[in-house]
């Protein structure tokens, strides 16, 4: 399985841009690039995913380096709820498994 | 909205006692899932499902079983609770078409083995 790294943890400040970034040197042609995240005391929840275009959702934007080596997930203004471990993972069995490595862990000031 | 429903948030077991977690997903779902979760190790996955009567061992299968009988349920057994297995169990479902699924994931249940 293809792995990734991330930064453990990363700060931001309220209503300012996050960008959360993922190194994945090892991706195969036909991994997908998923980001969960965990708020506290919760199961983790989709984000967003892609392939080998940039993604909009109404959570996030993921922008993937064109030799889809690395990727980062870009949160337009982040708020005190956007606080959370986000996880950067690629999926492989046709996308059917995840492999969840440590996250990064996002704290927002207000 | 997917919903995926554990039977417990909090439980707390004795050594040696049989345990079951059960989790039920409202959508459909071909595949379903049973990770734990500990500090330092992230999600790992114990067994997953992707039918019926049908189970596939994860990384870490030992000391645990699972049933699934039915389309919406799957079960996790613990056929002998031991202090190892205090850990938060997550439950997660996603269909089963290939590409990029997405898992949709229960709220969890931290269980405390005594």
């Known amino acids: 399985d293809a792995k990734t790294t991330q930064p453990n943890s990363m700060e931001s400040n309220e209503e300012e841009p996050v960008h959360l970034p993922c190194n994945h040197s090892?991706?195969?042609?036909?991994?997908?690039i998923h980001w969960y995240r965990q708020l506290p005391s919760q199961g983790p929840e989709y984000v967003i995913h892609g392939l080998t275009s940039n993604v909009n959702n109404r959570m996030a934007s993921l922008a993937i380096a064109e030799d889809r080596k690395s990727s980062t997930l870009i949160l337009h203004r982040a708020t005190l709820r956007d606080a959370a471990v986000y996880y950067c993972i690629l999926s492989y069995n046709a996308g059917n498994m995840l492999t969840f490595g440590g996250g990064t862990r996002l704290m927002v000031k207000p | 909205d997917v919903k995926v429903t554990q039977s417990s948030r909090y439980l707390v077991k004795r050594t040696g006692e049989k345990v079951f977690l059960e989790c039920v997903q409202d959508?459909?779902?071909?595949?379903m899932f049973w990770y734990r979760q500990d500090p330092g190790l992230g999600l790992r996955l114990i067994y997953f499902s992707y039918d019926v009567k049908m189970k596939e061992k994860g990384d870490i299968p030992e000391g645990y079983s699972v049933s699934r009988e039915k389309k919406e349920r799957f079960s996790l057994i613990l056929e002998s609770a031991s202090t190892n297995q205090t850990s938060m169990y997550l439950c997660a479902s996603s269909s089963l078409m290939g590409g990029a699924e997405t898992q949709y994931f229960g709220p969890g249940t931290r269980l405390l083995v005594l």
């Open positions: 959508m459909d779902h071909e595949n």
């Open positions: 090892t991706i195969s042609g036909t991994d997908y």
